[in-house]
């Protein structure tokens, strides 16, 4: 069941907002408070905010458990081999090996206040991407398939 | 060089590789369903090389120490953190080593097990991934150095352990199975984080080698110890706090079940890791021993006890589970008990602990094997309950000569393994208080005669014609059983070989809480 | 006495939810007390880590004084982050139950007998 047309226009306007703030506390999560735990979860809020709007169908119409599945597998995925290719490295998992190759995420720290570079810190971002995008996967799927369990008695 | 690499990487491959095979397990079963089961099974098949691998490793050099994220393996403690291991250090000796190898044999014989018996079920992607990150969490139970790790683990084993046990839901409950799993497991996973907590405050530091060797056993860390034991033993099956195993082991898949039995000796691991190494002498061993062996002995009797008038076939083998748990309890009790006495410990604590770590591999081996023999009569026939079962003898012959071959090794006769750790335990036992050894000989003959009645009403009598259609079960199943049955047999036959190579060392390593600390902070 | 206050409410919590678990009839209510307890554990952590006085610990140009530790920290976010796997896996039980069985009452969800 749709929700009123209030409601919705709302979400749509909000909906983009929280993509983008999710996306910048998942991306900035080596230099402010946050992460990609916490922006994952943020951009999940953004899709719960959805489901709620709109009705069930029309949701699983557009996205669908499955693509959400696939984009927790990737996130999952990209994860454990990020870790792994550091065995490749010569050093042990988990090391950060971007660290010492190449330019990218390289750039030394900035001593003293500065208004952080994103460009630093190794394998870090490639980590907190990889936990962002499992974790709005994993969240959504929760919501959508408890959603689905309570459909009936709507 | 890739060797090389291979070689000095086995701690962490040894999760990463089912971790990476569970992710991806879904993406490929999306493609195919065959694919996807060929998947799963090349990845446990991996993991056991891995497993085999490192056992090898421990054992010719010694306890294998992996820290993530350093430069090398060994660098443990980082030269400017002022001796401190502030990484995470995988500790692999002969014990953990041991342990993982049960695991990952148990695990392949389940993952082909499964691939028959999954068949019928919807939601197969979920089910492989999930049983390949139980065995994720019980691997890593069973290495990992670090106390918060360890919590990690147990927690990863419980949910991944309390989806699958739901997974067949079975008009809601299996799922009531699974919730109540789940609830206990996590409440147990909470108090070993609060006694975690106790111990950082104090301390400071999380690895086990740390604590233990600033271990000063004040009252803050006997509420610790006590937490850790309540939740740990609760989560092996030890009676009293054992309701949960009936219901969550009679309502898993059966190649579920099996899996389970390995995931709760990975509780009773951290016990014996708990008692031995993180606390060692510091604390009261005779008092502790006794507690383990007053605990054993009551699990021993309360398992077999209610095990005697189930109905229900999986019930029965869940209680009697419970009931083994006891006699590993009860030989390492022992060891403990006599922990600072080195004459005792030589004449006899040192074989019973042996007892009760060889009867943990062996009770994984011949109980896994009985869950999936009973998993091959409910696939076949559809009902659990001995009333209604019998007469199966003249129509799943392979099932039930598996099945006598693992009702034998629990009660205890030879040539099987169950006869050879229950005789070391006896033996042992005995010298330290005649009394206990001979509960623990009653209670295998009330086992051996609860399987005669199941034996009894499963499989003689005249063929029932309600199963008149009844067939054996496909080969995957068979196959299985017999990789588990062949290990039975081969446990049983060569048991000195086995304990020379396997459980002598795991119970040194146990022993050795000096060695456990030097390995990991380096010659202190 | 003012700096055990953490430690007595995080006590308080734990055995609040173990109560709670112990004495409610309804499904929900009990994983309510079982995050009580997790709560209660959270806290016990980060007030393990506090240092009165202290500051963020972040190293660059830090002026001199005492840190909080950070360790619990991170332990404290990766039990919150394993709880809502674990809550979110429990309700799902729960909402199945209510669904095959008609009711999240305690007393009356006891197929599992003997």
Known sequence: MNMSKIVRSAANLLFPFILVFGFYIVLHGHLTPGGGFQGGAVIATGFVLMFVAYSYDFITGRIGAESLHTTETIGLVLFIVTALVAIVFGVTFFTNWMLDVGPVLNNPVAFGPNPGDLNTAGFIPVMNLAVGIEVLG?????VLYMLSGTKEEI | MMQELLLQNLPALLLAVPMLGAFVTPLIGRASGGARNLWAVAVMLATLAVAVLLTAQVLSSGTVVYTFGAAAPDLTVPADSGGIPIRIIFAVDAMGAFMALAASLVGLGVMLYSLASATRSTGQNGYYALLLLLVVGILGMVCTGDMFNFFVFLEINSLAGAALVASRVDKGVAVEAGLKYAVLSTLGGLLVLFAIALLYGQYGALNIAVIASRMLFTPLDQIA???????????????????????AYSMAPSSITALLVVASQASL?????????LYGLTLDYATIGWIIIILGVLSMFVGVTMAIPQKDVKRLMAYHAVSQTGYMLLGVGVGLAVLGNQQLLDTYGVIAMEG?????????MYKGLLFLTAGAIFYRTGTRNLNQLGGLGHSMKWTMVFFIIGALAIAGIPPFNGFASKLMIYESVFLFNPLLAIIAMVVSILTLASFVKVFHSIFMGPRLPEYADVREVPAPMIIGMALLSLLVILFGVFPQEVVDLLITPAAGALIDQGGYIASVLGGA | MFFNLPFIVAALLVILGITTMLIKRNLIKMIMGLALVEAGVNLLLVSIGYRAGGIAPIFTSAPDGVMVMPTVQAMTLTNIVIGIATTALLLSFVMVIYRMYGTANAEKVRKLRG
């Open chain 1, 138 to 142: 994993a969240l959504s799927v929760i």
């Open chain 2, 269 to 277: 691991y951290g016990v014996f890791r708990v008692v031995f190494t």
């Open chain 2, 356 to 364: 009760g770590i060889f009867h943990i591999i062996n009770h994984a």
């Open chain 2, 225 to 247: 110890l006590v937490m850790l034991l309540v939740a740990l033993a609760m989560k092996a099956g030890a009676v009293p706090m054992h309701f949960w195993t009936p219901d």
